[in-house]
């Protein structure tokens, strides 16, 4: 087991033991177990998922929309801090679907490197919220 600290700018999101993390990070994907080797990183905007127990099935993970932080891992904690959060809970595909347009039309229509910038990383939200959306849509888990 692996304790997990997943912190946002709202506050502290999970503070528990668990089985599995795998964090999204500028280098690829980590998985993450007890035992694991001391590390310091940087989340990407991605999906993080959990595995709470070594018994759950890939169904079972718990699935979360992370953008932009921090990985630490030592003495068996991972602590993870990110910008923002999102979970299947409160994602729309409809607003995601939308907002993905209007990024799309931001980049279009972008004028400068900034503009540019942030069109992309908006596009790139509103992607991992629709995975996090399909997710729901194709589990067999209540959300």
Same mark, same amino acid.
């Not at 500028?26 to 177990?33: A, F, K, N, P």
């Not at 905007?45 to 979360?64: E, F, I, M, P």
């Not at 799309?104 to 790139?124: F, G, N, P, T, Y």
């Given at each position: 087991?692996?304790?997990?600290? =997943? $912190?946002? =700018?709202? @506050?502290? *999101?999970?503070?528990? &033991?668990?089985?599995?993390?795998?964090?999204?990070?500028?280098?690829?994907?980590?998985?993450?177990? @007890?035992?694991?080797?001391? !590390?310091? @990183? %940087?989340?990407?905007?991605?999906?993080?998922?959990?595995?709470?127990?070594?018994?759950?099935?890939?169904?079972?993970?718990? /699935?979360?929309?992370?953008?932009?932080?921090?990985?630490?891992?030592?003495?068996?904690?991972? +602590?993870? !801090?990110? &910008?923002e959060l999102d979970?299947?809970?409160e994602v729309s595909? /409809? *607003?995601?679907?939308? #907002? =993905?347009?209007?990024? %799309?039309?931001? $980049?279009?229509? #972008?004028?400068?490197?900034?503009? !540019?910038? %942030?069109? +992309?990383?908006?596009? &790139?939200? +509103? #992607? $991992?919220?629709?995975?996090?959306?399909?997710?729901?849509?194709?589990?067999?888990?209540?959300?």
């Open positions: 087991m692996i304790h997990l600290k =997943l $912190i946002t =700018l709202s @506050g502290t *999101e999970i503070d528990e &033991d668990v089985y599995e993390v795998m964090v999204p990070t500028t280098g690829g994907t980590i998985g993450v177990y @007890g035992g694991h080797a001391p !590390l310091l @990183g %940087e989340v990407a905007a991605g999906l993080l998922s959990v595995r709470k127990k070594k018994t759950d099935s890939n169904d079972q993970r718990d /699935q979360y929309g992370v953008y932009d932080g921090t990985v630490e891992i030592l003495n068996d904690t991972i +602590q993870v !801090l990110v &910008d979970t299947p809970f595909e /409809q *607003e995601a679907q939308a #907002a =993905l347009k209007r990024a %799309e039309e931001m $980049i279009s229509k #972008a004028k400068d490197a900034v503009s !540019l910038s %942030e069109a +992309q990383a908006m596009m &790139d939200r +509103q #992607a $991992i919220r629709l995975q996090l959306a399909n997710l729901k849509k194709h589990s067999k888990r209540k959300y």
